[in-house]
Nanobody, 113 residues
Framework: VQLVESGGGLVQPGGSLRLSCLVS????????MSWFRQGPGNQREWVARIANFGASTYYADSVKGRFTISRDNRKNTVYLQMNSLKPEDTAVYYC???????WGQGTQVTVSS
């Protein structure tokens, strides 16, 4: 199983980024998918989850109303649209098939002026 996150970078407060995670080696449509993040000195925390076919989405309170998770099962890819970014969103972001041990290398998001 391979997960490749991309789309991170440096952005000013209030800006936007769109993260992508390409998944291979498992039946993508059989899994709900989550995004997690780990900021400097912090434990990894859950950010958002999307059901197998995208009908249901769930968000941490800290990102609700600013982030949107989506997926394209034809492309084996899950996305995280991040708007109104804040410095406290700075972290390495990871995707994860729900209830599995599989992780990618993550993508760094830095929100700073």
């Amino acid at each position: 199983v391979q997960l490749v996150e991309s789309g991170g970078g440096l952005v000013q407060p209030g800006g936007s980024l769109r993260l992508s995670c390409l998944v291979s080696g498992l039946t993508f449509g059989s899994y709900a998918m989550s995004w997690f993040r780990q900021g400097p000195g912090n434990q990894r925390e859950w950010v958002a989850r999307i059901a197998n076919f995208g009908a249901s989405t769930y968000y941490a309170d800290s990102v609700k109303g600013r982030f949107t998770i989506s997926r394209d099962n034809r492309k084996n890819t899950v996305y995280l649209q991040m708007n109104s970014l804040k410095p406290e969103d700075t972290a390495v972001y990871y995707c994860n098939p729900y209830n599995t041990k599989y992780w990618g290398q993550g993508t760094q998001v830095t929100v700073s002026s």
